[in-house]
């Protein structure tokens, strides 16, 4: 099974920039695709981005295409997501989420993932 600890949010400007990370463990972490969703206050879990078990295959939401950048260290059981040019509409609970399977189109489904983060808070003050 895998655990995953979120960390690095916080309260920034729009314009700026935060890197947030996913502490994983797990015998079986390597084996695992790696999903970031985020909720704001009334709406839906949201699909980020997510990295395969390689890195080798990432796929992002149009949202944040271009301006987020989504990597893996399995060396050190972590991955990252990189964000930048952050504005308002970005804040949210951060989330890392693993997933066991075949990569695909089930990626950006929250359901298919097995195992949750505790979330990390994202503030973007205008």
């Known amino acids: 099974q895998a655990q995953l600890v979120e960390s690095g949010g916080g309260l920034v400007q729009a314009g700026d920039s935060l890197r947030l990370s996913c502490a994983a463990s797990?015998?079986?972490?390597?084996?695992?695709?790696i999903g970031w969703f985020r909720q704001a206050p009334g709406k839906e879990r949201e699909f980020v981005a997510a990295?395969?078990?390689?890195?080798?295959?990432?796929t992002y939401a149009d949202s944040v295409r271009g301006r987020f950048t989504i990597s893996r260290d399995n060396a050190k059981n972590t991955v990252y997501l990189q964000m930048n040019s952050l504005k308002p509409e970005d804040t949210a609970v951060y989330y890392c989420?693993?997933?066991?399977?075949?990569?695909?189109?089930?990626?950006?489904?929250?359901?298919?993932?097995?195992?949750w983060g505790q979330g990390t808070q994202v503030t973007v003050s205008s």
């Open positions: 989420a693993a997933k066991g399977g075949d990569w695909g189109p089930s990626v950006s489904a929250s359901y298919e993932y097995d195992y």
């Open positions: 797990g015998r079986t972490f390597s084996t695992y695709s």
């Open positions: 990295i395969n078990w390689s890195g080798g295959s990432t």
